[in-house]
C-alpha cells in the first residue's frame, strides 16, 4: 500500500462545476499537507498549503485537512478550462521544508 | 518565493554517456533536493543536496549513478551517469524556502536512446 493515495483520473467537468481533489494517506506522522498544480511540460507549481487539520481558503481554491480521518481534500470553485492541470498532494512529518511524499496526481479536465 | 532555473530544459542522450543538470536558485535556500518524474507517474525523490557535505539519497538510488554537487546556497546539479534509456523522465530540483514551503524547477525532459 503507498503512503500517499490519490485518484489518478481523469476527472472530467463543465466549465463552472465545482472540483473535489482528495488524497487519503497512512502515515500519521505526516503534519504538512500541500497541492501542487502541474501542466503539461512544466514544474510543479505550489497553489496551497495548510499545517495540521482544519480549512484554508485562498481565492477559489479551498484546501481541507481532516487527521482524524488521514484524509485531505482540495476544492476548485467555478473551475475554468485554464485549471485543466494534474493535482498532486504531498505531505510532509515535521517539517514542510523537508521531504515530501506525494500522491500519484489527478488529471483535472475543465471544458468549456 | 523562491524562482528556480534548470539547464538544459531538455537533451537526447546516447546510451553510457552521461548528462549534468544545472539548478539555479534566485536567493538562498537551506535545502534543496532532486526528483524523477516518469512518464503520467509522480514525483519520487532521488536525493537531499547538502551544502558542503555529501547528498542524502533514497532507497534505490546511489551516489555512482546521480552524483549530486551542491557548492552553495543557490546552485546544485545532478548528473545522470552511464544512461540508460530507463533514465529516460523528467529530472526537477527543488528548494525550501521556509518551514512551510518547497518550490519546484521546470523540470529537464530527458530521453536516452
Known amino acids: 500500500q503507498k503512503e500517499v493515495e490519490q485518484d489518478p483520473g481523469p476527472l472530467s467537468v463543465p466549465e463552472g462545476a465545482i472540483v473535489s481533489l482528495n488524497c487519503t494517506y497512512s502515515n500519521s506522522a505526516f503534519q504538512y499537507f500541500m497541492w501542487y498544480r502541474q501542466y503539461s511540460r512544466k514544474g510543479p507549481e505550489l497553489l496551497m498549503y495548510?499545517?495540521?487539520?482544519g480549512n484554508k481558503e485562498d481565492g477559489r481554491f479551498t484546501a481541507q485537512v481532516d487527521k482524524s480521518s488521514k484524509y485531505i481534500s482540495l476544492f476548485i470553485r467555478d473551475s475554468q478550462p485554464s485549471d485543466s492541470a494534474t493535482y498532486l498532494c504531498?505531505?510532509?512529518?515535521?517539517?514542510?521544508?523537508?521531504?515530501?511524499?506525494f500522491g500519484g496526481g489527478t488529471r483535472l479536465m475543465v471544458k468549456p | 518565493s523562491a524562482v528556480i532555473s534548470q539547464k538544459p530544459s531538455r537533451d537526447i542522450c546516447q546510451r553510457g554517456t552521461s548528462l549534468t543538470i544545472q539548478c539555479q536558485v534566485d536567493s538562498q535556500v537551506t535545502m534543496m533536493f532532486w526528483y524523477r518524474q516518469q512518464p503520467g507517474q509522480s514525483l519520487t525523490l532521488i536525493a537531499t543536496?547538502?551544502?558542503?557535505?555529501?547528498?542524502?539519497?533514497e532507497s534505490g538510488f546511489v551516489i555512482d549513478k546521480f552524483p549530486i554537487s551542491r557548492p552553495n546556497l543557490t546552485f546544485s546539479t545532478l548528473t545522470v551517469s552511464n544512461m540508460s534509456p530507463e533514465d529516460s523522465s523528467i529530472y526537477l530540483c527543488?528548494?525550501?524556502?521556509?518551514?512551510?514551503?518547497?518550490?519546484f524547477g521546470p523540470g529537464t525532459r530527458l530521453t536516452v536512446l
Open positions: 543536496a547538502n551544502q558542503g557535505s555529501e547528498a542524502t539519497y
Open positions: 504531498a505531505m510532509s512529518g515535521s517539517n514542510a521544508g523537508n521531504m515530501l511524499t
Open positions: 495548510t499545517y495540521s487539520s
Open positions: 527543488s528548494a525550501s524556502v521556509s518551514a512551510d514551503t518547497q518550490y
